[in-house]
């Protein structure tokens, strides 16, 4: 089979992507903002009543152990998988075409697979004040035994639809739509100002 | 006013989009009952009190959602998923 050559993907926050540390970090850096860039964003829906077979496809072909339950997920560095909707998930790779590795697997009788890898930019805040930059955006508990380690949230920020991960006790990555994703990084900069932020 | 999602838990009113009254009941496409039309276009019950609603958590999970919410207090008294028909039991 012939290689599949896929278009360099070029980043919507590179005019405002300023690596280096900025605003108040005299006292030392306290949140990292970074641009993961995963080359596989993917949403996975099922039918009503397939959510069960749609989960072991996810664990089968990702090898997560992706937990049942309202915004259960699991995140393992390279890879991702969470729910943010009832039945819906996102598959996050760090390879592009991943969205190769359901074929065949979701039929038509079990759901549907949207490979949203350019239309989708990936964000992570990291740090001790990550908590507190993500409360100042949205109205949800970031604590970790209402957010626990894995899990996704839905929400959004001034209209700017969020799906978030806690990808670690103080890490999450924000899912937002690409061409937003200038607007928010510089609200999310502008947070941040004030506990000082690196950009890596 | 927050609203409990099944789904994704207690969430600000601003996150959810009003769907309408859900004590609507829809003829099937095909009926020519211009009463049953007229009824389910412009009749509401209008409570002051526990009220049937549909609910969308637009800013969210994007369910649709039943909800039963007390037009004078603003309390929300029960959600649930939609699905499987958005008719609530009567409460008003």
């Known amino acids: 089979m012939a290689e599949q050559h896929l278009p360099e993907r070029q980043s919507p926050l590179e005019p405002e992507y300023h690596p ?4 108040n970090f005299e006292h030392g850096v306290d949140v990292i903002l970074s641009e993961t860039r ?17 989960i072991e496809i996810i664990r089968n072909v990702t090898g997560l152990a992706l937990p049942d339950g309202a ?20 598959v996050v790779d760090e390879a592009e075409g991943f969205a190769q590795a359901f074929a ?44 626990p380690l894995g899990a996704g949230r839905s929400t959004n920020h001034h209209d700017i639809f969020a799906q978030i ?20 990084w510089k609200a999310l900069c502008h947070a941040s100002e004030e506990v000082g932020y690196e950009v890596q | 006013m927050l609203i409990t999602c099944p789904y994704c838990g207690p969430r600000d009113v601003i996150e959810f989009t ?24 412009y009749d509401r019950l209008n409570p002051a009190g526990d009220h049937n609603e549909i609910w969308q958590h ?25 699905r499987g028909g958005h008719k609530t039991e009567s409460r008003s």
């Open chain 1, 20 to 23: 280096g540390s900025h605003g």
């Open chain 1, 38 to 54: 995963p080359g596989s964003i993917l949403q996975l829906a099922a039918w009503p009543g397939e959510e069960k077979r749609l």
């Open chain 1, 71 to 90: 915004g259960g997920g699991v995140s393992s560095g390279a890879r991702a998988a969470f729910g943010f909707a009832p039945g819906k998930f996102t």
């Open chain 1, 104 to 147: 065949g697997a979701i039929t038509p009788a079990i759901g549907t697979l949207t490979d949203l890898s350019h239309g989708r930019t990936a964000i992570r805040i990291a740090g001790p004040k990550a908590e507190w930059v993500m409360a100042k955006f949205f109205a949800i508990d970031f604590a970790l035994p209402a957010f």
């Open chain 1, 165 to 184: 991960q806690r990808s670690g006790a103080d890490q999450f990555d924000i899912y937002v739509f690409r061409s937003f994703a200038r607007s928010f």
């Open chain 2, 18 to 41: 009003y769907q309408g009254d859900g004590n609507r009941e829809r003829p099937q496409p095909a009926s020519q009952n211009l009463d049953a039309w007229n009824a389910y276009v």
């Open chain 2, 58 to 82: 637009s800013g969210g999970c994007r369910s649709h959602l039943r909800v039963v919410r007390n037009t004078v207090t603003h309390e929300i008294l029960s959600t649930s998923f939609a």
